[in-house]
């Protein structure tokens, strides 16, 4: 069974910055890929970028060039690093993962809230 433990989620003012990480635990401990989706209120949950085993990033153009992903070597833990946070980012963000297996795992969520 694997696990994924998000944290870093909070309260920030329009402008701000967090990071989030997502350290993974558990059977499975080899991804093909790790990354952050969000899901705001009433909204239906969105990919916000991803990392793949190979270092290739991807991120949904609304954060671009705002957040960035980042990983350690062992590819256990990623983290999101969120710049010029703006109300619309308010959400709670997801880590999940795809094993080498093909299972598809989820975190329990992060609340980020940004005040304006």
């Not at 401990?29 to 990033?57: D, K, T």
Request: aromatic share 10%.
């Amino acid at each position: 069974q694997v696990q994924l433990a998000e944290s870093g989620g909070g309260l920030v003012q329009t402008g701000g910055s967090l990071r989030l990480s997502c350290t993974a635990s558990g059977r499975i401990l080899s991804f093909n890929l790790m990354g952050w989706y969000r899901q705001a209120p009433g909204e239906q949950r969105e990919l916000v970028a991803s990392i793949a085993a190979n270092g290739a990033v991807n991120y949904a153009d609304s954060v671009t060039g705002r957040f960035r992903i980042s990983r350690t070597n062992t590819y256990r833990t990623v983290y999101l690093q969120m710049d010029n946070l703006k109300p619309d980012d308010t959400a709670v963000y997801y880590c999940h993962a795809i094993a080498v297996t093909g299972s598809f795992h989820w975190g329990r969520g992060t609340q980020v809230t940004v005040s304006s």
